[in-house]
Structures are given as C-alpha cells and as structure tokens.
T-cell receptor
Framework: DTGVSQDPRHKITKRGQNVTFRCDPI?????LYWYRQTLGQGPEFLTY????????KSRLLSDRFSAERPKGSFSTLEIQRTEQGDSAMYLC?????????????FGPGTRLTVT | KQEVTQIPAALSVPEGENLVLNCSFT??????LQWFRQDPGKGLTSLLL?????REQTSGRLNASLDKSSGRSTLYIAASQPGDSATYLC????????????FGKGTRLSVIA
C-alpha cells in the first residue's frame, strides 16, 4: 500500500493557461475526492467519484474545472484559463465505501501558483 | 448544513504540557469524525477516526472523544513534544452517509522546547 499520490507537487503557470493534475488513490479504494485549500483555511470539497461515476460537483467548481476518473482508477483535475484566484493547494483523498469505516486518506497535494 | 468550528485558532505551549484542542459541529447526524495533522506546505495525515458508536479513540499520546449530542469533539495530546508542532484539523461528514468532509480552519500548535 503506497498511499495516495499526486502529480505534480508544485505547478507555476501564467494566467490564462490550462493545467492538469493527477491523483492515484489507494489501489482498492472505490471513492476519490478532490478538495481545495487556501492559506489559513481548511480544505473545501470540490468533487467526488465512486468508481468511474462523478457523484457530485461543488458550486466552487466553475465550468473552467473538469474532473475525470476513467476506469475507476486514477483521476485528473483540469483547470482551463487559469485565474489568480485559482492559486491554492489541491488535495486528493480516497476511501473504501462498504466496509463500514469510511476513513479518508489524503495525498501530499498539488500546490498551484498562478502568476 | 454542516459547519465545523475549531477553538483555539492558535496555541503555544511548553514542551511536556498536556493540551486539548476543541472542535464543534452543527449537524450531529454523522457516522464518524476525523482528526488530521498538517505540516506547513504538506498534505493531511489522518490521526484518528472516531465512529459514531464510539465515544473515544486512542493512538499513542493522542486521545479523541466524540459527543454527538452536544456536537463536540476534543483531541487530547499528552506530554507534548516539539515534533507535535503542526496544524490540527477536525473534519465531519456533511451528514449521515454523505461522505464529503467539512473541515474546520484548524488549530495551529507550537510546542516550545
């Protein structure tokens, strides 16, 4: 069990560019979550998947954001036409639903800086 | 709507002191609550998960309690060490079987040697 991994760890981009982040969950976990965290705040929920189905998108997720989880394994989060307000830490978490525990395990995060 | 509040926002203690971090939540229809640790610029490390059927959960020097009726949880750290310095986050699900977590803003702990 290697834990949740995220790539890249850091991304600096210019305003208006597109960026894509990847998350690899713990291998047997069927739920995958994306959260966003800004300085001094707790993480805020963005979207989540059960297997390959996207179950919910937060109103924080504007139409510039899209997330996928093809084949129910890794997930990608794409931000189009980045804005300075998108600068944040993007966190991925996974959990196993159906075993009665529901503990979420987080990855190291991707820190995005939009200049 | 679930809201999570953590008090205090920051805490500084001398090494060896026992301390308590507080968390309150508004929707008590939850099946568990998690406490996390976050080091600066890093991701979240899960410390303890308390099921709704439990009142306490212990891991080493950490003890977390859950009182659903009052909407409160506490994290007790015994014999604090400088390595405990970090931000501690409390998170509750949005509701029963509603698994996305709602986080507090955290308590920033500094343990002074």
């Amino acid at each position: 069990d290697t834990g949740v991994s995220q790539d890249p760890r850091h991304k600096i981009t210019k305003r208006g560019q597109n960026v894509t982040f990847r998350c690899d969950p713990i291998s047997e976990h069927n739920r995958l979550y994306w959260y966003r965290q800004t300085l001094g705040q707790g993480p805020e929920f963005l979207t989540y998947f059960q297997n390959e189905a996207q179950l919910e998108k937060s109103r924080l997720l504007s139409d510039r954001f899209s997330a996928e989880r093809p084949k129910g394994s890794f997930s990608t989060l794409e931000i189009q036409r980045t804005e300075q307000g998108d600068s944040a830490m993007y966190l991925c978490a996974s959990s196993l639903i159906g075993q009665g525990e529901y503990e979420q395990y987080f990855g190291p995060g991707t820190r995005l800086t939009v200049t | 709507k679930q809201e999570v509040t953590q008090i205090p926002a920051a805490l500084s203690v001398p090494e060896g002191e026992n301390l308590v971090l507080n968390c309150s939540f508004t929707d008590s229809a939850i099946y568990n609550l998690q406490w996390f640790r976050q080091d600066p610029g890093k991701g979240l490390t899960s410390l303890l998960l308390i099921q709704s059927s439990q009142r306490e959960q212990t891991s080493g020097r950490l003890n977390a309690s859950l009182d659903k009726s009052s909407g409160r949880s506490t994290l007790y750290i015994a014999a604090s060490q400088p390595g405990d310095s970090a931000t501690y986050l409390c998170a509750a699900p949005r509701g029963v079987w509603n698994t996305p977590l709602v986080f507090g803003k955290g308590t920033r702990l500094s343990v002074i040697a």
